[in-house]
């Protein structure tokens, strides 16, 4: 009927032969001649056939949509990945229901009884810097819902993760600094709960030890926002022995670093050197660009999104969680010193 949307039934009744005849077709299936499949190509394209998605789901149990939760979807590194998730499900039939938690833990958790009241499929989630109790996503796992988690994860709960290198993206960011002439490298750090913090810690402190620094408390404070940064900087600087270069958890705090340096008359890189961490657009409109390390967010999503489908296509018993890990890549700008 004209206005309604076609069937399977409207295609065979145009080409003379069964609607499941039509299916298998469609879904290349070697008893069907290569004549009908093409057939059915042509019309499915004519008519502008297609599949019904409530009557997908009933028979394959299945929604095919996953639900992602992010801390923030204006953060580059975040877009990245939610476009390397969305590119990879969409070629695989799936959609994607995006939840922002702007690093709030309870709006995480009102987010994470929604998903349990909604068929999904399964459940990407990178937690944001305020949760340090893991109950509302162990409940999704208890459910029997695959969840994967990316970037920011819960260290207490057994599941597949997809993370950054942190520890040597760090460690190699505060090596460039020691050997483009920094002496005094402070750095801005993020919450102590969140595992992507400890790791650039841990790495920019091993960075120092291996080059005989001292560890200078004074040095290192919290420290995550463009904002923090414009209050933080200051006072840093105005330390009786002040840094030479700060080591930065992510680029907006690294701009926000820049912007009170030049307000300040401090040269960049000449008398401060500046090092980020993501390789967003801001590291390249900066003035001068942003020294940084590159976290590769589209990869990430696309490996968070492979492996989640793995878990909600295993046939088998389930095979024990995993762990992979995306190498970072130091990009040098303007903001340090040349060796």
Same mark, same amino acid.
């Given at each position: &009927?004209?206005?309604?949307?076609?069937?399977? *039934?409207?295609?065979a009744?145009?080409? !003379? /032969?069964?609607?499941?005849?039509?299916?298998?077709?469609?879904?290349d299936?070697?008893?069907?001649?290569?004549?009908?499949?093409?057939?059915? @190509?042509?019309?499915?394209?004519?008519?502008?056939? @297609?599949p019904?998605?409530?009557?997908?789901?009933?028979?394959?149990?299945?929604?095919?949509?996953?639900?992602?939760?992010?801390?923030?979807?204006?953060?580059?590194?975040?877009?990245?990945?939610?476009?390397?998730i969305?590119?990879?499900a969409?070629?695989? !039939?799936?959609? /994607?229901?995006?939840?922002?938690?702007?690093?709030?833990?309870?709006?995480?958790?009102?987010?994470?009884?929604?998903?349990?009241?909604?068929?999904v499929?399964?459940?990407?989630?990178?937690?944001?810097?305020?949760?340090? *109790?893991?109950?509302?996503?162990?409940?999704?796992?208890?459910e029997?819902?695959?969840?994967?988690?990316?970037?920011?994860?819960? +260290?207490?709960i057994?599941?597949?993760?997809?993370?950054?290198?942190?520890?040597n993206?760090a460690?190699?960011?505060?090596?460039?600094?020691i050997?483009?002439?920094?002496?005094?490298?402070?750095h801005?750090?993020a919450?102590?709960s969140?595992?992507?913090?400890?790791q650039?810690?841990?790495?920019?402190?091993?960075?120092?030890e291996?080059?005989?620094?001292?560890?200078?408390?004074?040095l290192?404070?919290?420290?995550?926002?463009? +904002?923090?940064a414009?209050?933080?900087?200051?006072? &840093? &600087?105005?330390?009786?022995?002040?840094?030479?270069a700060?080591?930065?958890?992510?680029?907006?705090?690294?701009?926000?670093?820049? *912007?009170?340096?030049?307000?300040?008359?401090?040269?960049?890189?000449?008398? /401060?050197?500046?090092?980020?961490?993501?390789?967003?657009?801001?590291?390249?409109?900066?003035?001068?660009?942003?020294?940084?390390v590159?976290?590769?967010?589209?990869?990430?999503?696309?490996?968070?999104?492979? &492996?989640?489908?793995?878990?909600?296509?295993a046939?088998?018993?389930?095979?024990?969680?995993?762990?992979?890990?995306?190498?970072?890549?130091?990009?040098i @700008?303007?903001?340090?010193?040349?060796?």
């Open positions: &009927m004209k206005g309604q949307p076609v069937t399977i *039934k409207d295609i009744r145009e080409l !003379g /032969v069964s609607p499941s005849t039509v299916s298998r077709a469609l879904k299936h070697p008893d069907i001649s290569p004549t009908t499949k093409l057939q059915v @190509r042509e019309l499915v394209e004519k008519l502008k056939y @297609r019904n998605a409530v009557a997908l789901s009933l028979r394959s149990r299945r929604s095919y949509t996953v639900g992602l939760i992010v801390p923030e979807i204006v953060h580059h590194f975040f877009s990245s990945v939610i476009s390397g969305e590119d990879l969409i070629d695989t !039939g799936y959609n /994607v229901c995006i939840f922002q938690s702007n690093e709030m833990v309870d709006r995480e958790i009102k987010i994470t009884e929604a998903i349990r009241s909604t068929q499929d399964g459940v990407l989630v990178s937690i944001s810097k305020t949760t340090e *109790k893991s109950g509302h996503l162990r409940e999704l796992i208890d029997g819902i695959p969840l994967v988690f990316f970037d920011r994860a819960c +260290e207490d057994e599941a597949d993760k997809v993370i950054v290198d942190d520890f993206g460690f190699n960011a505060v090596e460039h600094l050997r483009t002439g920094c002496k005094r490298i402070a801005f750090s919450p102590k969140l595992q992507i913090g400890y650039r810690k841990r790495g920019y402190i091993s960075a120092l291996k080059h005989g620094f001292d560890i200078d408390d004074s290192i404070v919290k420290c995550d926002t463009f +904002e923090e414009q209050a933080v900087t200051p006072g &840093m &600087m105005n330390l009786p022995d002040p840094p030479d700060i080591f930065a958890v992510n680029d907006l705090t690294a701009a926000g670093v820049l *912007k009170v340096l030049k307000e300040m008359g401090r040269k960049v890189p000449d008398e /401060v050197s500046i090092v980020g961490f993501t390789d967003g657009l801001v590291s390249r409109v900066t003035d001068p660009p942003l020294t940084t590159s976290q590769h967010g589209y990869e990430i999503g696309k490996r968070a999104m492979n &492996m989640l489908l793995e878990r909600i296509n046939l088998e018993e389930a095979a024990p969680p995993r762990t992979e890990i995306v190498k970072t890549e130091l990009i @700008r303007g903001t340090t010193r040349k060796g």
